[in-house]
């Protein structure tokens, strides 16, 4: 099956620091996505992005899928981005069940401190 | 909004018991997910369903079953439960290929 490596596994960011998230994927895919985990364990989808740019406020996300792999964009980090960091996708096949499929990496960890 | 519905936050069975977790989506979705969630795992897939009565395996059925006899409604049923099935299980709905949305969790405790 489709492998979705994200990178790094953490990350400790110091308040108002810029960072970038990284995810790789190992097949043609028809979309991704990035999700925020809270600390209570509420996943919140941030970006539906197969492809190009989105921005949302302090958050951007570009995919890139003729290279397979997307960036989410922090800038100027609070303490309430803390939290896991998904990305998801669904590959492109033939049949309807195969393309439901939604496909997790293992998350990113960040903290960011006051 | 979307809102996805876990009938539990918390849950705490005992082993060998039948185990029902139920999902419902108010959207009209025909995508509807489930996932378990362990330390340093990330999530992994149980079962998906992407319409009522299809169902098809994930990256980790063994042990579950799943039940969709109506749209709204995809329940995770764990036959006679283990304590290797203590996890947080996060179930999910969209349109085909589209935007993923999320219930709240339901944290089981097998004993």
């Known amino acids: 099956g489709i492998q979705v490596e994200q990178s790094p596994p953490d990350l400790i960011l110091q308040e108002g620091a810029n960072s970038t998230l990284r995810c790789n994927f190992s097949d043609s895919v028809n979309n991704l996505q990035w999700f925020h985990q809270n600390p209570w364990g509420q996943l919140i989808n941030l970006f539906y992005?197969?492809?190009g740019t989105k921005q949302n406020g302090r958050l951007s996300a570009t995919t890139v899928a003729t290279e397979r792999y997307s960036l989410l964009y922090i800038s100027s980090s609070q303490t309430t981005d803390s939290g896991v960091y998904f990305c998801?996708?669904?590959?492109?096949?033939?049949?309807?069940?195969?393309?439901?499929?939604?496909?997790f990496g293992k998350g990113i960890t960040l903290s960011v401190r006051p | 909004d979307v809102k996805v519905t876990q009938s539990s936050r918390y849950l705490v069975k005992r082993t060998g018991e039948k185990v029902f977790l139920e999902c419902v989506q108010d959207m009209d979705h025909e995508n509807m997910f489930w996932y378990r969630q362990d330390p340093g795992l990330g999530l992994r897939l149980i079962y998906f369903?992407?319409?009522?009565?299809?169902?098809e395996k994930g990256d980790i059925p063994e042990g579950y079953s799943v039940s969709r006899e109506k749209k709204e409604r995809f329940s995770l049923i764990l036959e006679s439960a283990s304590t290797n099935q203590t996890s947080m299980y996060l179930c999910?709905?969209?349109?085909?290929?589209?935007?993923?949305?999320f219930g709240q969790g339901t944290r089981l405790t097998v004993v």
């Open positions: 998801a996708v669904t590959l492109t096949l033939k049949y309807t069940g195969a393309n439901s499929k939604l496909t």
């Open positions: 369903s992407y319409d009522v009565k299809m169902k």
């Open positions: 992005i197969p492809s």
């Open positions: 999910a709905s969209s349109l085909f290929q589209g935007k993923a949305f």
